[in-house]
């Protein structure tokens, strides 16, 4: 289980572009947040911030109490494991196994253990078939769904997932509610990147706003909601039907349907 702790964290990249002004933010173990915020707010930097792929150029990141500017990277990362945005820019193994063999191999697990993972993160995303095509063979969904096994894979207690609700068809959609479902199962604390507000409002208990380098909002779906639409973001369709409905407030489908039984006392 493992807290995630952000104290007056700022990041500049080497260009002089400061993506993070000040960010601070803790983030208990097992919860399902989302981030979201405009084009170049610094959701992605902070992301690989979380990640061990960048140390703050100020403030700290803490991990179950230990600054990530003090271990190895490839410690910060088991413990928190990334999706990338572009998964191009992530799958590099010649074949599915092995790309997603990878992570756990490089953890120091046994032979049969990555078998085992390797087997059950093809699995979960339905690429069992595909495990000795090479990635270049692959259709912009499998991609990405390489990328998301890669990561399962280590079995970390901390999960980044950057955009993964971006032109997702049904069954892609699908899948990745069955990984979210997986992941809370084993307590697993998830941080999803993301535009979707629908998404958010199914499948998140929080949702935190970057804006301009900070935190803009932080709280319950519902109740970043209703302080106003912020940094543009559209309402998802369930809050705004509940609103009409007379229900204010109601982020999540099963919710609403609930709230209108007979006899429901609202
Ligand atoms: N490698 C880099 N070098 C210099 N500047 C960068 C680099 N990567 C990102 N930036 C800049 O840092 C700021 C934050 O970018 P970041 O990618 O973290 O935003 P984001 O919220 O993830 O945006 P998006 O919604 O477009 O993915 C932007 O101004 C961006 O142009
Ligand atoms: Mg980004």
Redesign the pocket.
Known sequence: MIEIRVEGAGFE???G?C?LKRVDLVIPPSSTVALA??????????ARLLNGLLVPTRGRVLLAGTDTAKVPASRVAAQVGYVF?NPRRQVFASTIAEEVAFGPRNLGRTESEVDQAVRSALEDLDLTLRAEAHPYELSQSELRRVALASVLSMQSPVLILD?PTASLDGADHERLLRVLAGLRRRKATILV?THDMDFVAEECERMLI?RDGRVAADGPPGEVFAAGPGAGLEPPSIWRMSRALDRPGICRGADLLESLRPGSGA
């Open positions: 990249y080497p260009d572009t993506a915020g405009p084009n170049g707010a610094g959701k992605t930097t902070l945005q955009e990147i970057l």
